[in-house]
């Protein structure tokens, strides 16, 4: 039996610089010297914004949204429509995701409000985004229902198809250097196998593991010449968090079982966004180097679905269940920040700008 798992997807960061003053030592010259004037003090960089993508539920309307600082911004078309990414650029906001048309979702995304429709087939998905040079790429899979679905990527539109089987999926994208890198699996005829396809050529990810299943690829970010990855695989008996540094995976266990969503990079140090399983139920976290930071909320299921790392400080984007239902917010250095989002809401990508 083909084992498929859904993911949320393909995350963004970035940094800044806290500078701080200088000081002068006093003189030892038995004559006195001018004393000259201090430095100015350095004008700090501006306070970064925290951009949410996911979808909301207010009991009477809702659909895909994304939030600026907490705060809500619906975006267009109403039900049946899901924000899956998110990136910052240029002072615009960009949201892929899909909306409902009938029976069929249909891949889109949202500039600044204003949605744009993709083209491809019946049946679209758009899991990641990102911009580069100008440029909207977008990651994502076509077909004429889900079970045919092929992996895929849009530039400004254009189409992609990174794979001629199915069903397969592209679950999230990079650029560098002028290269596109593509993250997301396909099916052998027996399993999902979790690859990355980088211009188009395909590399498998997960080798020697005893009773490998399936597995999946959800994020990709590349720094410099190097490429980071991360998924999950299923042995038969339970899933396993992975990330991948080229070539190189480590293992993310958890006694039950952990699934990986989201990874981050910042000054040599790879953060990885999740969910682990020593008992039930599921419980968000985050990896650093592969140390494990859990996210809880008290005893309900919560779950992380994107990382980002900006001035030393850890962004982790998701959700948790109560009573009511699904409540989306996100973590920052540990400490959650609930977000407005109705009745129901899930968080699944951020960017911090």
Known sequence: MRKRQAHGITILFAFFLIMAPGGCKNSTSPMPEPVPAPAPAPTPDPIRSVYIAGIYHDGSTGGACYWKDGELTPLPDGEGVSGMAIAVSGGKVYVAGQYNEGSNWKSCYWKDGVRINLSGGTFLLAFGIVVSEGKVYIAGATGPTYDTLRACYWVDGEITYLTSGYPSEARSI????????????????????????????????????????????????????????????????????????????????????????????????????????????????????????????????????????????????????????????????????????????????IAVD
């Open 174 to 349: 990079a650029v560098s250097g002028g290269k596109v890198y593509v993250a997301g699996s396909y099916n052998d005829g027996t399993y999902n196998v979790a690859c990355c396809w980088k211009d188009g050529a395909r590399t498998d990810l997960i080798t020697g593991v005893a009773g490998l299943e399936s597995s999946n690829a959800s994020a990709v970010s590349i720094i410099g010449e190097s490429v980071y990855i991360t998924g999950s695989y299923y042995n038969g008996v339970k899933y396993t968090a992975w990330y991948w540094k080229d070539g190189i995976r480590a293992d993310l266990p958890a006694v039950h079982g952990s699934d990986a969503y989201g990874i981050s990079v910042s000054d040599g140090s790879i953060y990885v966004a999740g969910t682990y399983r020593d008992s039930s139920p599921n419980t968000a976290c985050y990896w650093k180097n592969g140390l494990r930071t859990n996210l809880p909320v008290g005893t309900s299921p919560s779950y992380a679905y994107s990382i980002a790392v900006s001035g030393g400080k850890v962004h982790v984007a998701g959700y948790y269940l109560d009573s009511t239902g699904a409540k989306a917010g996100y973590w920052i250095d540990g400490v959650l920040i609930d977000i407005p989002g109705g009745i129901s809401s899930m968080a699944h990508s």
